[in-house]
């Protein structure tokens, strides 16, 4: 997808003479600058960020639970360790 980004000279200038020095095109800058972004606000950037991200969620989501202790856990959780 072409999307047009206007740039003021000053701005532009800089941005050619970082590619140049970095051996990088214009678009390679911008794809990592738009990565930078999304990281910074905590945006997935493709699918093996996204599943990283549930991953940490949902461990967060356990270790919530367990420093709550058994209160926490619903009552039938609590009852399967113990024999009649």
């Known amino acids: ?10 701005t532009f200038d800089k941005l050619k003479q970082l590619g140049r020095d970095r051996m990088a095109t214009l678009q390679e800058l911008a794809d990592e600058a738009f990565a930078d972004l ?6 997935p ?3 093996k960020d996204a599943l990283r ?6 461990d967060a989501k356990k270790q919530d639970a367990a420093k709550q202790g058994p209160a926490a856990q619903p009552k039938n959780a609590r009852k399967r360790g113990r024999k009649s």
């Open 1 to 10: 997808m072409r999307k047009l980004i206007e740039f003021d000279d000053d």
């Open 45 to 47: 950037i493709d699918l």
């Open 38 to 43: 999304l990281k910074k606000h905590g945006i």
């Open 53 to 58: 991200k549930s991953a940490r969620l949902q």
